[in-house]
T-cell receptor
Framework: EAQVTQNPRYLITVTGKKLTVTCSQN?????MSWYRQDPGLGLRQIYY???????DKGDVPEGYKVSRKEKRNFPLILESPSPNQTSLYFC?????????????FGDGTRLSIL | KNEVEQSPQNLTAQEGEFITINCSYS?????LHWLQQHPGGGIVSLFM???GKKKHGRLIATINIQEKHSSLHITASHPRDSAVYIC?????????????FGTGTRLAVRP
């Protein structure tokens, strides 16, 4: 089954404790992206990757890092999480940039930073 | 002003009613997307369109490029249609295939 898998689905942690949210897709998609969703603000893009070893900032990259060492994986790293990073996070993938095919989204990761 | 505006923000309907959700945008786009988000669940792409009209089951999406407006229609609504519906656009001048999202329309269909 074609899917985007995020882990963990839920995490409560404390300020400053490094964490990684994993994202994996099994569709051989070139393009992957991370979004955060906050009430009243909608979804906003954090980082995206057009292919292996090619990443770039989205609208709200501060406090986040990403890597794309393999095509299927695109982890989101919070080196020193802070309470303003409490949010619902979604990973998405697409065949390629500007494809006429829509993005596939993961089920989301709810992060609470205390 | 947001680049993507949806209306209404909240909508309650009785089962069987015809539902319309509107999306207006202010930038030139290469495509418009309608997404569905169930409570506690992930996001599913319903439609991606750049002109005209698309239909899938009881869902119909239309777009008017000149007026920068799109509508999502649900015919014979059912309680399982209860979800948040999100409009997103792919701006023509964006780099990185960025999507710009509306804040969503929360739909509740009562039996």
């Amino acid at each position: 089954e074609a899917q985007v898998t995020q882990n963990p689905r839920y995490l409560i942690t404390v300020t400053g404790k490094k964490l990684t949210v994993t994202c994996s897709q099994n569709m051989n998609h070139e393009y992957m992206s991370w979004y955060r969703q906050d009430p009243g603000l909608g979804l906003r893009q954090i980082y995206y990757s057009m292919n292996v070893e090619v990443t770039d900032k989205g609208d709200v990259p501060e406090g986040y890092k990403v890597s794309r060492k393999e095509k299927r994986n695109f982890p989101l790293i919070l080196e020193s999480p802070s309470p303003n990073q409490t949010s619902l996070y979604f990973c998405a993938s697409r065949v390629r940039q500007n494809s006429n095919q829509p993005q596939h989204f993961g089920d989301g990761t709810r992060l609470s930073i205390l | 002003k947001n680049e993507v505006e949806q209306s209404p923000q909240n909508l309650t309907a009785q089962e069987g009613e015809f539902i319309t959700i509107n999306c207006s945008y202010s930038v030139g786009i290469s495509a418009l997307h309608w997404l569905q988000q169930h409570p506690g669940g992930g996001i599913v792409s319903l439609f991606m369109l750049s002109s005209g009209k698309k239909k899938h089951g009881r869902l119909i999406a239309t777009i008017n490029i000149q007026e920068k407006h799109s509508s999502l229609h649900i015919t014979a609504s059912h309680p399982r249609d209860s979800a948040v519906y999100i409009c997103a656009v792919s701006p023509k001048k964006s780099s990185g295939d960025k999507l710009t999202f509306g804040t969503g329309t929360r739909l509740a269909v009562r039996p």
